[in-house]
């Protein structure tokens, strides 16, 4: 195993992009952009190095940094974070070129605020110890802010600050309710004060306890995904944000919450995961629904990907909350999934309101595949990504969260399945307004520039890749996220039902331990 | 004759431990004194020069005299030089050279008259430095007069802006009240245990008065009113947006930062030491009091186009997050709220330094218009205003990040979990205008909407024309840098801080 340092990784944009401050802005946005190149040069070799079979986490860098009040600097990879490492590492590229070599107004700063989003989301990905998450997630905002605030389309300011508020709540919730979990804890077990996500989820804390702090933590996570009664700030957001920045914004930061949901929530407090389990599959549901109705009656392509979100966020957290394997390895697959194919989507759409001259809306645009086929192909093979086309990686994702779902929560799962054929209207609706039907009063229709196409081609390869071997995603997780949501499914009592069900399984005579041992499912294998 | 003085035991004087009061004081005389001498040398470069060492003087007695654990009083048991009273201290000695700084090459000062001015300054500390360390309930008040008097007379001291004089004058009449309640409350407390001393009346109470007295419990929350007033507590906090507006800006920002520490140090002392057997009683009221004063606090800021006045109101909130550390009594909570209190110093000059740099140049005085555009204009002012502004409203990698998480955790181990989720609630609410104050530096030339109070036209205090750049007011910029790069290393590297905070309130961590 190759030692990597996981500081460097979460600190090598912070540390060019304040290089980058004192050169000419002309060398210092090649600094900058080498930077995000050296991110995901490190996040290849971990998913190339990465230990598949072994249990528990990789890389470790284990240090103290405030002892006083038991937070330790704690950052590791699991198969959990692998691959959301991997994506963030993937689009900060594209969209620090894409913003690089575009005329933009006080670039060095923009490119600073773009390098200190990607270590604090970086930071969060990694982060073993709660404290240290909560700092990097509340950080985030900060670049956001400035980035919207300073470079966005319309009402921006207002925009900003909405977008700010609403998700600083939450988080500042979760800031008290990360507090209270780690001093209750302590209190409750006897040792000293430690953050640390391991040894709070050993010692979980009694269930009345855990149902308040539980929900603190799930508010900052259903507004920062967003989920359907907590999505006020999305239309504002999205229309405001440069394209760049909502890339990452929608691709990597709505993870976040979710990815919080598998890696603190679930492990720490199962009981109250369990006791509430059915009112976050309402609200997962229902913004499966919500968002999937209103995306194909937008006539603005980035607020039908803004509702295509809440919908596949919905769908996401539906994934972990269904308490099974493979619902929650789907889950992983699926934001993976959704990360790259709302990116590249995004990148499209931008090209597209370019060339109807400005104009926001679909009515614009149109007739453009006729000249410019590149550009058609390609977001051809992202919209039948999106619409979960068998073939595609996205098929896969949702296939598993739907298992995970019909298991227990069957009518969670039929009614959340019409989801996905929403999905098929509103992703082919897309693509046939802008590329088919007349041609828009205003548009050009044109090629793909170079750097335009080195920003897309190598999404739509890696989502062509993965439809291919979705395996490459399956493998690597399958250990985390079953450990990850082994004490809920203890709770839930459904390990308990599925040995019953399966006399044939050789693991019957022993008590379950927590799921340290890998099961291999009879539907994973049918998938493979 | 001579028989009878020589029974008179003369109290034995710790020199050493006292230096930092002499200093302090001496200091006060001696600048009042040298301030006789006209001509320009003296006035503008010799005075603030001795001021400035009276505090080095003190601030190194401060440090020689640190050592953790239990310490004795002196002077008869009247004055503590425990690890808490040198800590803030130490806070109030920083804050004085920061104001001297900042009130360097200012006119009102000249037309005041330097050597007054910084005398007053120094009499201020050594007012707050007897108030940090009192153990007895008549130093205590002295201590409260003493800061407090030459404080009204330093608000009014722009005698040419009847803006000034005002604040001074309410300031005088608010001031009184709380002293006298503060004073009427002291009465009662020695008149139901019989005794001045913080430990004779811990002692008194449970054997020679019962812990429910009417007449102790309502000396108690008098005295809590009094003090209260100083720390500027909701619902006795309506002095504080015109008194900090209206005084001179480096008062204002002594003002926010120093008093309001040693308000806070004496709230710590009095009733982690005297009163910890009645905490059942006052605990929840004062919980009672930070809520209120949290809500108000952010509430009232939110419409203030005003900076010193949206300081002002922030600074009510942070009194409120800060009272936290009182309610829960714990050694914890004294921590957590030393901690604060030294974030609260970063954050708050920052803020100030950047309002008085921007004050002396602009047309628009202290309006939020004064800073419109900065971070074009003048990022090296931008910067420091921008992290001050994160930090008061707690955002990672700053100071006052850790000091929220330091306060939650201290709520949370004593047992007001509640008051942990009220500091984050406010929190949200701050949001609303800290980062308007960041969106008008950086966001933007004419979308913000500001409050739609007719903003305030004043000339340029100091006479530099209004396109002087920050490089005409070197040392301001230094300071708000100093400050800001303070709240950034204190939010990455914490644990010094934590270090020396770890020693404070070991003195008396027997009583609570």
């Known amino acids: 195993m190759l030692t990597i340092h996981l500081s460097i990784v979460v600190f090598l944009p912070l540390a060019a992009a304040l290089l980058a401050a004192f050169l000419p802005a002309r060398i210092g946005r090649w600094v900058v952009v080498a930077g995000a190149i050296g991110v995901l040069g490190y996040a290849i070799a971990l998913i190339a190095d990465f230990d598949r079979d072994a249990a528990g986490l990789q890389y470790v860098t284990d240090e103290a940094w405030i002892s006083e009040l038991g937070i330790r600097y704690q950052l590791g990879i699991d198969g959990l974070n692998l691959f959301l490492v991997g994506l963030t590492a993937l689009l900060w590229v ?416 022993e008590s379950h331990s927590g799921g340290s041992e890998t099961e291999s499912h009879p539907e994973v294998s049918e998938i493979r | 004759m001579i028989d009878l003085v020589a029974a008179v035991k003369a109290p034995e004087i710790d020199y050493q431990g006292l230096a930092p009061v002499f200093a302090t004081a001496g200091g006060s005389i001696v600048v009042l004194i040298a301030g006789l001498f006209p001509g320009r040398g003296v006035q503008r470069v010799l005075l603030p020069l001795l001021a400035a060492a009276a505090l080095v003087v003190a601030i190194v007695f401060s440090v020689v005299n640190w050592e953790p654990g239990d310490s004795a009083p002196i002077i008869e ?107 009427y409350g002291l009465a009662f407390v020695y008149g139901a245990t019989g ?91 004062l919980a009672a009091l930070a809520t209120i004063t949290i809500v108000i606090g952010n509430v009232g800021a939110i419409g203030q186009r005003s900076l010193k006045r949206l300081l002002a109101w922030s600074g009510v909130a942070q009194a409120g997050y800060l009272l936290t550390g009182v309610v829960v009594g714990t050694q914890l909570g004294v921590q957590a709220t030393a901690f604060y209190l030294v974030a609260y110093l970063a954050m708050n000059v920052a803020a100030f330094a950047v309002v008085i740099a921007r004050e002396r140049v602009s047309e628009h005085g202290d309006d939020l218009e004064s800073i419109r555009d900065l971070g074009r204009a003048a990022p090296l002012l931008a910067w420091p205003m921008t992290i001050a502004m994160l930090a008061l409203a707690g955002f990672p990698t700053t100071a006052g990040f850790i000091g929220k998480f330091y306060l939650i955790d201290a709520a949370v181990s004593g047992d007001y979990a509640w008051l942990g989720i009220v500091i984050v609630l406010g929190s949200a609410i701050s949001l609303v205008y800290y980062l308007r104050v960041i969106a008008v530096m950086w966001m933007d030339r004419l979308e913000v909407k500001l409050p739609t109070i007719p903003p305030r036209y004043v000339r340029p205090v100091s006479g530099w024309s209004p396109e002087a750049d920050p490089r005409a007011l070197p040392e301001i910029t230094a300071i708000a840098l100093l400050a800001a790069a303070a709240t950034i290393a204190l939010g990455i590297v914490p644990s010094p801080l934590f270090d020396a905070v770890r020693d404070v309130g070991t003195s008396f961590a027997s009583s609570i």
């Open chain 2, 77 to 183: 048991g009247a004055l503590a030089i425990d690890t808490l009273a040198l800590f803030m201290s130490l806070i109030f000695f920083v804050t004085g050279l920061v104001a001297i700084v900042l009130s360097l090459r200012w006119e009102s000062v000249e037309d005041a008259g330097a050597g007054e001015y910084l005398s007053m300054l120094l009499a201020s500390i050594a007012g707050m430095v007897l108030l940090a360390g009192a153990e007895n309930l008549v130093t205590l008040f002295v201590g409260l007069e003493l800061l407090s008097i030459p404080l009204y007379v330093l608000c009014a001291s722009a005698v040419r802006d009847r803006l000034s004089l005002e604040s001074g004058l309410k300031y005088l009449v608010i001031g009184s009240a709380g002293s006298a309640t503060l004073l």
């Open chain 1, 94 to 509: 594209p969209a620090t070129i894409w913003s690089a070599w575009r005329e933009t107004d006080r670039q060095h700063l923009f490119l600073f605020h773009m390098a200190l989003a990607e270590t604090a989301v970086l930071g969060a990905f990694v982060a073993q110890d709660l404290a240290l998450f909560v700092f990097f997630f509340d950080l985030m905002l900060v670049p956001f802010y400035f980035l919207i605030g300073g470079w966005g389309i319309g009402p921006r300011v207002a925009a900003t600050t909405k977008f700010v508020i609403y998700t600083l709540v939450g988080s500042l919730l979760m800031l008290a309710g990360a507090v209270a979990l780690g001093v209750l804890t302590a209190s409750e077990s006897g040792n000293d004060l430690t953050f640390s996500i391991a040894e709070l989820a050993q010692n979980p804390l009694p269930e009345g306890t855990q149902h308040w702090i539980f929900l603190l933590f799930a508010l900052a996570f259903l507004v920062k995904a967003p989920a359907f009664p907590f999505h006020g700030w999305v239309v504002d957001t999205y229309r405001a944000t440069p394209t760049p920045v909502l890339v990452v914004l929608s691709a990597v930061l709505s993870k976040v919450g979710v990815y919080g949901f598998l890696r603190i929530v679930l492990p720490t407090m199962p009981d109250a995961a369990v006791y509430f389990q059915d009112l976050i599959l309402v609200v997962a549901v229902f913004s499966v629904l919500y968002g999937s109705v209103l995306a194909f009656s937008q006539v603005e392509p980035r607020l039908v990907l803004a509702y295509s979100s809440i919908a596949q966020l919905g769908f996401i957290t539906l994934g972990i909350f269904a308490i099974d394997d493979l619902g929650a390895q789907g889950a992983v697959m699926q934001m993976v999934n959704h990360g790259l194919v709302v990116a590249a989507l995004l990148f499209v759409i931008a090209l597209l309101t370019a060339r109807a001259g400005g104009a926001p809306t679909l009515e614009q645009m149109g007739g453009m595949a006729l000249r410019a086929p590149v550009l058609a192909a390609l977001f051809l093979v992202i919209t039948l990504a999106t619409l979960a086309m068998p073939g595609s990686p996205n098929f896969v994702g949702e296939i598993l969260i739907l298992f995970g779902a019909l298991g227990d929560k069957l009518v969670f799962g039929l009614v959340a399945s019409v989801g996905v054929a929403l999905a098929a209207v509103y992703a082919i609706r897309l693509f046939q307004r802008s590329m088919h039907n007349r041609v828009g009063p205003g548009a050009e229709t044109h090629e793909l520039g170079g750097l335009d196409l080195l920003a897309i081609a190598p999404l739509v390869a890696v989502i062509v890749a993965l439809g291919v071997y979705p395996q490459a995603i399956l493998d690597r997780t399958e250990e985390a996220t079953t450990a990850q949501i082994a004490r809920a499914v203890e709770v839930s009592g459904k390990t308990a039902e599925r040995q019953a069900s399966k006399p044939a399984s050789a693991s019957g005579t």
């Open chain 2, 195 to 285: 005794s001045t001393d913080f430990d004779g009346i811990a002692n008194a109470i449970g054997e020679r008065v019962g812990a429910g007295d009417p007449l102790l419990l309502t000396g108690v929350a008098l005295a809590a009113v009094g003090l209260a007033f100083k720390a500027s507590v909701a619902p006795f906090h309506q002095w504080t947006p015109d008194v900090y507006q209206g005084a001179p800006t480096p008062i204002t920002a002594f003002m926010a930062v120093a008093t309001k520490a040693a308000a806070f140090a004496i709230l710590l002392r009095l009733f982690a030491h005297a009163f910890p057997e009645l905490q059942d009683d006052w605990a929840p009221a």
